[in-house]
């Protein structure tokens, strides 16, 4: 299975980049965040031209998820256990035989901020969640834009990010009880380097200075990570004309 993630920082903005991207890397399974669309403006017959079933979780011009499969998709469910808010950042469907879920954690914007409280109530709902659907079954894939730099390396500065969300201590913990409870970064499997990142700032030419931040991951159970055959962060879909912040990250295992 070739799966992919990909914040594409409005879908409607960015189709003429996400279509023939899906033609160019035909990943078995998209997980899409920030479409910024209600379900009934998705373009899901784009998508079914394709080849690819679709789930989608919108809320209009905020947030926004969905989950493109060309390996079947069944059992869709939207948002996680008891989370705060009811805001369209998580869906989840069974591809190929895998549970995978598309998930865009909450920015936090400041440290103490409301929303920076909402985030860490958000992370333990995704705990939460995690618990239940691994106890199911025996490959889940969490894929999406989480919005925290787990490791220093995973930021192009540390000095940059002091008193900042994204690398603060409980949002590292949040992440962090995730991977003590089996699940794996399967990109971080592949690469111990880093300067390697998957969001870039649009401000200040941040792209082309490598100053970015590795926040959108793929996490896997151990059944998935054992049959990690590959991993890799597309930054050409980060370059040319009108791209998202952020690039894809795709990932091939053995479903």
């Known amino acids: 299975m070739i799966l992919a993630t990909w914040n594409v920082n409005s879908l409607r903005a960015r189709m003429d980049r996400v279509l023939p991207w899906l033609e160019s890397a035909k990943p078995d399974v998209c997980c899409l965040q920030e479409t910024k669309l209600a379900d009934a403006a998705f373009p899901g017959s784009d998508f079914e031209k394709l080849g690819y079933e679709w789930a989608h979780y919108g809320q209009g011009q905020w947030n926004g998820v969905a989950i493109l499969s060309r390996l079947g998709l069944s059992e869709v469910s ?21 549970r995978v879920f ?24 995704l705990s939460r969640t995690a618990e239940l659907e691994t106890a199911r079954s025996a490959k889940v894939v969490f894929a999406g834009d989480f919005n925290i730099a787990y490791e220093d390396i995973d930021v192009w500065d540390p000095a940059a990010f ?13 992440l962090g009880r995730l991977f003590d409870s089996g699940m794996v970064d399967l990109f971080r499997q592949r690469y111990a380097q880093g300067d390697l990142f998957s969001w870039w700032d649009y401000r200040g030419g941040s792209f082309h200075k490598r100053q970015g931040m590795r926040i959108d991951l793929v996490l896997g159970t151990p059944e998935v990570s054992e049959s990690l055959r590959w991993a890799l962060i597309d930054r050409n879909a980060r370059k040319g004309a009108g791209p998202s912040d952020h690039a894809p990250v795709l990932v091939g295992f053995d479903a």
């Open 162 to 174: 002091v008193d900042a969300t994204h690398v603060s201590v409980p949002e590292r913990e949040a």
């Open 102 to 125: 598309s998930l865009y954690v909450p920015n936090g914007r400041a440290l103490g901020a409301d929303h920076y409280r909402f985030k860490l109530e958000w992370m333990q709902a």
């Open 78 to 98: 939207r948002g996680l256990i008891g989370e705060p808010g009811g805001e369209a950042r998580a869906i989840g469907a069974t591809c190929g035989g895998v």
